[in-house]
């Protein structure tokens, strides 16, 4: 078939469209988002005070970390499915109920042992969040128009590290005067009741597909669902899979699982333990110098955004391969430049290049998975790669806090991030290329494209 030419006039049109969509949408289930990487991630705010009220020691907080992604790992499949069945907006819902639920509760914990149990159920409460926002963004933008929302998307989690940061350090700091417990149980209390909220909101405006959008006109949802109806034949076309079976069996998902667990294995460690390593370098122990670690904690998150902001107007004439490998090196750079300094400003600086060279990455990865599956298959493989990603979640923090008891340092982990992160950049330069090159094809647009949205 002979490329259809749209005209210019109808390409402004459907950017607008999509940024509609997009402004609907992302900050919405952002909201989700931001809450649940800074409810992963606030073991590391309160280490501090936690370990002291508890007994808790380096290797045990790391596991407490990490168990959160046992329950995780185990029902993402499942949760995505669910979620494909009866719709985002209950599913997410769900979610956000239950997982604020186990937060608040954990502010009860007496022990490392009630710890590490709410952790697991806050892990099973979570499962599927991130595969299953990636899935629905799938049902909303085209492939042309995925990576700046993706990018968009993923902003939250620096913006989780901004956001929870400060108020991590306020609770710390007055929550006993607001709410008659220790500062960390009060982090976890009012942390639990705005994911609560945040599930109302998701319940209340979260259209499930572009039909049920009451902010669309009809003219607009059909052109949105004949692009994506469009988009999926030409996928079906190319061979893409679209069975679970197959999404399962296919050595493509799980390579691109093992380069997406590379990305993420220096994620969580370093949310994790970043104020406790600031707090070490200065060598400083007082409740005071805790809260001032956790606020300089978030300083990467700020350059992290302004990254995410900017790469993907320097990479869209890139492939995805390497949009993805290029910030991956910068984070390998930073986390190198980070063991071998003893400067707090230079680690600091470092720190911001390793987060915002493996946030940007992690973005412009999800555009390769869409390319191959589709349908039940898109469903099962995102919540495949999602779920082996997160196992690094459980190994990476662990990891970190047992090198850190055994050494008295975090020099070992953090080499061994970046050498990970240069393992997965090796896998997305071989079988990661393969992959996107058979799943490309040249973009053709149907004659209905060119119908001017009203």
Not at 167 to 185: E, F, V
Request: charged letters at 10%.
């Amino acid at each position: 078939m002979a490329e259809v030419t749209v005209p210019a006039s109808t390409d402004r049109s459907m950017r607008r469209l999509w940024r509609k969509v997009g402004i609907r949408i992302i900050p919405l289930i952002g909201i989700a988002y931001v809450m649940s990487y800074i409810d992963r991630a606030n073991l590391g705010y309160m280490a501090v005070p936690l370990s002291k009220d508890l007994g808790i020691s380096g290797s045990q907080m790391g596991l407490a970390s990490g168990l959160f992604f046992i329950g995780y790992v185990l029902v993402e499949v499942p949760s995505n499915m669910m979620l494909r069945r009866f719709g985002a907006r209950r599913w997410i819902t769900r979610i956000l109920v239950t997982w604020g639920a186990v937060t608040m509760a954990t502010a009860a914990v007496q022990n490392v042992g009630q710890l590490y149990v709410m952790r697991i159920l806050l892990g099973f409460a979570e499962a599927g969040l991130a595969a299953g926002i990636l899935l629905y963004l799938t049902g909303w933008f085209p492939r042309r128009y995925r990576a700046w929302a993706l990018s968009a998307f993923f902003m939250m989690i620096p913006l989780s590290g901004i956001i929870g940061s400060p108020l991590a350090a306020a609770l710390l700091s007055w929550g006993q005067s607001l709410t008659g417990l220790a500062g960390w149980r009060s982090l976890f209390l009012v942390e639990g009741a705005i994911t609560l909220l945040a599930g109302i909101l998701v319940f209340t405006m979260l259209p499930d597909r572009p039909r049920d959008a009451k902010w669309l006109t009809t003219v607009e949802k059909e052109a949105i669902e004949r692009r994506l109806a469009q988009e999926t034949s030409e996928q079906e076309a190319r061979g893409a899979l679209s069975s679970v079976r197959q999404a399962l069996t296919s050595a493509r998902v799980w390579t691109l699982a093992l380069a997406f667990f590379a990305i993420v294995f220096g994620l969580y460690p370093i949310a994790f333990f970043l104020p406790t390593m600031i707090s070490t370098l200065t060598g400083s122990v007082s409740g005071m110098s805790n809260v001032s670690s956790v606020l300089l904690a978030g300083i990467p998150s700020a350059f992290a955004i302004i990254a995410m902001a900017v790469w993907p107007k320097v990479a869209s004439g890139m492939s995805a391969v390497s949009a993805t490998v290029i910030p991956m090196g910068v984070g390998i750079v930073g986390l190198v430049t980070a063991t071998f300094t003893h400067d707090n400003v230079i680690f600091i600086a470092s720190f911001c290049l390793s987060v915002s060279g493996i946030y940007t990455a992690m973005p412009q990865f999800w555009r390769l998975p869409p390319l191959s599956l589709t349908g039940a298959a898109a469903a099962s493989g995102i919540a495949v790669i999602n779920s082996v990603s997160n196992i690094s979640g459980f190994v990476g923090p662990y990891f970190t806090g047992f090198i850190a008891d055994t050494t008295g340092s975090y020099t070992y982990a953090l080499l061994t991030i970046a050498l990970i992160l240069v393992a997965g950049a090796a896998i997305l330069l071989t079988a990661g290329r393969k992959a996107e090159h058979d799943g490309t094809s040249r973009q053709v647009l149907q004659p209905s494209e060119k119908e001017k949205i009203a």
